[in-house]
Nanobody, 125 residues
Framework: QVQLVESGGGSSQAGGSLTLSCAPS?????MAWFRQAPGKEREGVAA???????TAAASVKARFTISKDNVNNIMYLQKNSLKPEDTALYYC??????????????????????WGSGIQVTVSS
């Protein structure tokens, strides 16, 4: 098991930027960001493998960038050009499955066995 500590949430105007951080208590995990808006299913936003392969949902690919600081073991989600529909509770997730398997399911919630408690992002128009 790994503990995941999220930070960096908050409020922004539409068109603004926010950066989320996730610090796992251990390294060598495939990691991802998910989000869940009120009344909606939790959806995968972006993911990065322990080999630094990245994937992202089509809805955010041009605006969000996922990255990882391997020295300090922190994952980031840089979010630009924010829209009101980006308002959600954002969750950090981690898993240790082989990268080949992870690539098939990187933005699927059932591919992750470790979850953070979530952090709120609110974007106003």
């Amino acid at each position: 098991q790994v503990q995941l500590v999220e930070s960096g949430g908050g409020s922004s105007q539409a068109g603004g930027s926010l950066t989320l951080s996730c610090a796992p208590s251990r390294s060598q995990y495939n990691m991802a960001w998910f989000r869940q808006a009120p009344g909606k299913e939790r959806e995968g936003v972006a993911a990065i493998s322990r080999l630094n392969i990245t994937t992202a949902a089509a809805s955010v690919k041009a605006r969000f960038t996922i990255s990882k600081d391997n020295v300090n073991n922190i994952m980031y989600l840089q979010k630009n050009s924010l829209k009101p529909e980006d308002t959600a509770l954002y969750y950090c997730a981690a898993d240790t499955r082989p990268v080949e398997e992870w690539l098939l399911h990187s933005l699927t919630r059932y591919a992750y066995s470790n979850w953070g408690s979530g952090i709120q992002v609110t974007v106003s128009s």
